[in-house]
């Protein structure tokens, strides 16, 4: 991308503009047209379409615009997800589930970026970014079009009240 460390800050800056703005404004609209699972599905694909353009676009103005659009996608997947996984556990478990969550993602993280470091390094960045968009396309298209069972639908119905909850033995 051959930018600057003030570039650099910008497209940062830009994409958490478009974070606040998806959890602000966005998700709350969202939510009450779509249910977490289409938003989720419609979040991964913007995602797609940003990471693909991102091989492409040399100019910073665009590229700010495509981090803001990262920040939505992003923000709108992950709290879609996030939330999900805080509805299905109990709330004794749930500092559980977000420490295993927080730990499992750190190391995800880091693994991606040598995974995409190393294949850009060796493949260059314009195709290892078009082929990051064309997995995720093509693995949301395959679980859509074969129906595959997963969905976070399943969350909006759970209930965890005290009155229907066995509370954990202590000692």
């Not at 100019?59 to 997800?81: D, I, P, R």
């Not at 260059?124 to 129906?147: K, R």
Request: glycine content about 10%.
């Amino acid at each position: 991308m051959h930018i600057g460390a003030a570039k650099l800050g910008l497209l940062y800056t830009s994409m958490g503009i478009g974070s606040v703005v998806a959890a602000g404004f966005i998700l709350p609209w969202g939510r009450a047209h779509y249910s977490p699972n289409t938003l989720t599905r419609l979040a991964t694909y913007l995602l797609a379409l940003v990471i693909f353009s991102m091989g492409f676009v040399r100019q910073s103005q665009l590229l700010v615009v495509l981090s803001a659009f990262a920040g939505v996608a992003w923000t709108c997947a992950g709290l879609e997800l996030w939330l999900a996984g805080q509805r299905a556990m109990p709330a004794w478990a749930r500092g559980r589930m977000n420490a295993t969550v927080i730990m499992f993602s750190q190391g995800a993280t880091a693994l991606g970026g040598v995974v995409y470091g190393t294949t850009a390094q060796i493949w260059g960045v314009t195709p290892v970014l078009m082929a990051v968009a064309g997995l995720i396309v093509i693995l949301l298209l395959t679980l859509q079009l074969f129906s595959f069972p997963l969905s976070i639908d399943f969350a909006k119905e759970l209930s965890f009240d005290a009155s229907e909850l066995r509370k954990p033995r202590s000692g």
